[in-house]
């Protein structure tokens, strides 16, 4: 596939875009051959680099790419701010203004909210942010598409082939909300089916942690071959920086980073990010493609 995950929207012509959450004129909302689509994410926070004003670009982008169909799109963005309650109630606002489409929606436990809304009214949800496993398990509803990466797949992915490559026992650093908690399941269930061990884990308050040291140090005492990175975003930058500071790969510990992008990489530099390992469910130079 050549398109990224945030060309989903890409069934769409010219748009325009509007501050989240406000209502527009009547008339442009009973417009007719309009879509409306909302990109629902994180414009301040941890995963603001990977989602945020990037992830309204593309999609306005997408829209632009896809040329005119004979109908018209309206772009419109809010921040849930990392916050269920927050997410919920511009998901409903939107619906009821006449909102097609919700897409991006990092931050899982925001993502489940929303596919529950959805739901309830009846309108489309694609997700592209979220990664926890659980909107296609538990959560699964006929109104959510889950597109790109989940945590099942970066589980089996990353933690399967470590545990044949040697990284036989684990410690997870884990983001203590919904999608921290999908990914240290699953990757724990593949690490044990794979004749690894969990040595332990330790769960950190999300989005307020920046310090990583005292989990750094729980991580270390374990003695686990691999430390599991159950984060994303600035939660797994700076848990990469710190344990670099801490010299802890190059007493022969892995770091795992079971959601992480290339602009994190980037953001890292060659000499802090040399030996993670990493999954990635899109590379823009993979092939001619």
């Known amino acids: 596939m050549t398109t ?6 890409a069934g ?21 051959n309009t879509i409306r689509i ?5 414009m301040s926070g941890p995963y603001r680099d990977i989602s945020g004003p990037y992830g309204l670009e593309c999609t306005r982008q997408a829209v632009q790419e896809f040329g005119n169909r004979g109908f018209n799109v309206e772009v419109i963005n809010a921040d849930h701010q990392n916050r269920p309650d927050i997410g919920v109630n511009i998901a409903r606002q939107w619906y009821d203004q006449g909102v097609d489409m919700i897409l991006d929606v ?4 925001v993502g489940l909210a929303v596919a529950n809304i959805a739901r309830e009214k009846n309108k489309a949800y694609v997700n592209t942010g979220s990664a926890t496993s659980d909107l296609t398990g538990p959560a699964c509803t006929p109104n959510t598409v889950h597109w790109m990466y989940d945590t099942y797949m970066l589980a089996k992915s990353t933690g399967g082939a470590m545990v044949r490559a040697g990284g036989d026992s ?6 203590d909300y919904a999608f921290g908690h999908a990914l240290e399941r699953d990757t724990a269930n593949f690490v044990r089916n794979a004749g690894g061990r969990v040595m332990g884990q330790v769960r950190y308050p999300f989005p307020a942690t920046t310090d990583f040291s005292s989990f750094l140090v729980q991580a270390q005492a374990s003695r686990a071959k691999v430390i599991g990175m159950a984060n994303a975003g600035a939660d797994t930058i700076n848990t990469v920086k710190q344990a670099a500071e801490f010299g802890i790969t190059r007493r022969g510990v892995k770091l795992a980073a079971l959601l992480m992008f290339l602009p994190d990489v980037h953001a890292l530099g060659l000499q802090t990010a040399q030996g993670l390992i990493l999954t990635e469910s899109f590379y823009w130079d993979l092939n001619d493609r």
């Open 12 to 32: 769409a012509a010219a748009g325009g875009a509007a501050l989240g959450g406000l209502p527009w004129r009547a008339a442009r909302a009973q417009a007719a």
């Open 38 to 42: 909302g990109v629902l994410n994180d």
């Open 106 to 109: 990092p931050t899982s436990s």
């Open 170 to 175: 684990w410690f997870f650093i884990t983001a």
């Open 4 to 9: 990224t995950r945030r060309n989903v929207i």
